[in-house]
């Protein structure tokens, strides 16, 4: 951790905002912007007309969303290291 760059990131009021891309539901590749939930499911009508449970998936949802039942995923507070406490409060 570089002290002076934790500092100018304090003296500009910088956080770490809660989203779906560190949410513990989220799933998204490495460079994906929009990824699915695992704690919404939607029926897909687009290409089959009519609901079936086949046809059910994970919410598409994106990186820099977040809905209220947010739940901060552990590995993405440990990556943050020395900066932890940039992380945005609930």
């Not at 499911?41 to 947010?70: I, M, N, T, W």
């Amino acid at each position: 951790m570089d002290a002076n760059r934790l500092k100018v990131l304090q003296d500009i009021d910088y956080r770490v905002v809660r989203t779906c891309g560190n949410c513990r539901f989220s799933d998204f590749g490495p460079t994906a912007f929009w990824g699915r939930c695992s704690k919404f499911a939607f029926q897909v009508l687009k290409h089959l007309g009519a609901a079936s449970d086949e046809a059910q998936r994970g919410l598409s949802v994106r990186y820099d969303g977040v809905c209220p039942q947010h739940d901060q995923r552990s590995t993405a507070v440990e990556r943050l290291r020395g900066y932890q406490e940039l992380l945005e409060k609930k």
